[in-house]
């Protein structure tokens, strides 16, 4: 079951046990400190491992005086001007370590290397890729490509229904068809009150990998947040894929930092390291 999606006065948060995790996904400024005692109350009752929260850098000190720590920062998050904070609290002891350090360093030593050099220029299948928004009639075939992919995943991507209900409101899908059939699909979450958004949910069938589609995906996406207001692009990636992280860093994204054991991707808790990008 995927975690709840609530509103806590003009905030909002997931959490539950699938990530065994709170996540302050947005944080207004009124709810703040009181939310503080909010959030370790229900990480008390539901014995939650993390509370993770995403904080405009002025709104930060009530949570550091909370014995929350830095893990990330995106200069000029908020409408170019304040910066975002990563921020992250601990309750257990195994939540903190991080399984594989040197597996981390490594993929980013190589991500870090291939720094601005550009896409993976898209290959030329015997039927050439066409890309384009996601349309609301094809979020069923949208689904089913996200379950092929992901054993589980952070958020209810697999069900049509979420699909059709986050496009209608604030989530931008761009796939990739091949021969009439969905290959490849990413979104870009528009959070338009803060300028900026997250470039996530990238999936690419395995028969249709090694092509450039994400890289091309995810410039598609750029162009089409840019034009929607959007002035600071990130992205929340799986800190042990090489792939993905040589993805952001070729367009020319900068490393953030890293949310240690912070999310429950094909089955196990993972950390992630955050990528940013000034539009």
Request: charged share 30%.
């Amino acid at each position: 079951m995927a975690d709840r999606l609530e509103r806590w006065g003009r905030s909002v948060l997931q959490h539950g046990p699938a990530n065994d995790r709170i996540y302050l996904m947005k944080l207004a400024a009124e709810d703040c400190p009181g939310i503080l005692d909010d959030l370790e109350r229900l990480a008390g009752a539901r014995d939650y491992g993390k509370i993770f929260a995403k904080v405009p850098q002025p709104l930060t000190e009530p949570f550091l005086q909370r014995g929350y720590r830095l893990e990330a920062r995106i200069p000029g998050m908020f409408k170019g001007e304040a910066d975002g904070v990563f921020l992250g609290k601990f309750f257990k002891p195994e939540r903190e370590r991080e399984a594989r350090p040197e597996v981390l360093a490594d993929i980013l030593k190589t991500a870090r290397g291939r720094q601005g050099t550009g896409r993976q220029p898209m290959a030329e299948g015997e039927q050439a890729f066409r890309l384009r928004p996601l349309q609301s009639d094809e979020v069923a075939e949208a689904a089913e490509l996200y379950g092929k992919v992901f054993d589980s995943y952070p958020f209810p991507i697999h069900d049509a229904d979420y699909l059709r209900e986050t496009m209608a409101t604030h989530v931008r899908y761009v796939g990739a068809w091949q021969g009439g059939k969905l290959v490849a699909l990413a979104s870009a979450e528009l959070f338009a009150d803060g300028g900026h958004a997250e470039m996530t949910d990238f999936a690419t069938l395995p028969e249709s990998r090694g092509q450039g589609l994400a890289g091309t995906l995810l410039a598609r996406m750029e162009d089409m947040v840019r034009r929607e207001g959007i002035r600071t692009a990130y992205t929340i990636a799986r800190s042990y894929s090489f792939g993905m992280n040589i993805t952001f860093a070729r367009e020319g994204y900068e490393y953030g930092g890293t949310l240690r054991n912070n999310t429950q991707i094909c089955g196990r808790l993972e950390s992630m390291n955050v990528w940013y990008k000034p539009l």
